[in-house]
């Protein structure tokens, strides 16, 4: 599956963008779906997870309540809302597709569980 991630740019402190995924090639609604994040020099970090369905999402601990993981599986997009935003939220975001091996909601918080990576958009929140 390819994966296009978009809806990155600047933004001031407090205010919001949603992340866009579209993905395309195989059956988007097989996959559980992840974002995570980047800064230079540091590793890839965990932010959200989405189940198959949709029935589950997982957030890391520290962006809870102000981040929202959704997908539309008719659309073949997943969406990450990002709310009240903080200069540390500055990153490169990815979007990455898993195929659902094991049922437990820690392993896709892992970069190893997934097999496909979107190439990346650029966040950059201004203090």
């Known amino acids: 599956v390819q994966l296009q991630a978009s809806g990155g740019g600047f933004v001031q402190a407090g205010g919001s963008l949603r992340l866009s995924c579209a993905a395309s090639?195989?059956?988007?609604?097989?996959?559980?779906m992840g974002w995570f994040r980047q800064t230079p020099g540091k590793e890839r970090e965990f932010v959200a997870a989405i189940r198959r369905s949709g029935g589950r999402t997982d957030y890391a601990n520290s962006l809870k309540g102000r981040f929202t993981i959704s997908r539309d599986n008719a659309k073949n997009t997943v969406y990450l809302q990002m709310n009240s935003l903080k200069p540390e939220d500055t990153a490169v975001y990815y979007c990455a597709a898993a195929e659902p091996r094991i049922d437990y909601s820690g392993y896709y918080y892992s970069t190893v569980a997934y097999d496909y990576w979107g190439q990346g958009t650029q966040v950059t929140v201004s203090s």
């Open positions: 090639g195989r059956t988007f609604s097989r996959y559980n």
